[in-house]
């Protein structure tokens, strides 16, 4: 027999398909849980630091390129700082909802 379970990551993440999942009736033993909790801290440790790469990356965008490239005085010749201020104007916006969404996800 099989039983149908839903999904209960849709609240945990918010975004993910709510598809029902079927487990065999008497197929649950203690060993299968602790496995299960354990891939599913894996995979979130995963997330976690490519998160932390990510954002680690997006500030030294800004610090090795945007401010630079930003301040005339000392690139005069690489950029125009209008440019620059396009290019790079949504780092500072997209850092910050990384270091949140970052936050989020290592209290869990």
């Known amino acids: 027999a099989v039983v149908s379970t839903q999904s209960t990551d849709n609240e945990q993440f918010g975004e993910l398909p709510n598809e029902p999942r079927t487990m065999p009736v008497g197929s649950i033993n203690s060993s299968a849980v602790p496995h299960a909790m354990s891939d599913r801290h894996r995979v979130l440790q995963q997330i976690l ?3 932390y790469r990510y954002i680690m990356s ?3 965008i800004k610090k090795v390129y945007a401010t630079p490239l930003q301040h005339t005085q000392t690139h005069k010749s690489l950029l125009d700082p209008v440019k620059a201020q396009e290019i790079f104007f949504r780092i500072p916006e997209i850092t ?3 270091e949140f969404f970052y936050e989020q996800l290592r209290r869990r």
């Open 96 to 98: 910050v909802h990384h």
């Open 58 to 60: 997006l500030k030294d």
């Open 49 to 51: 630091d490519h998160e």
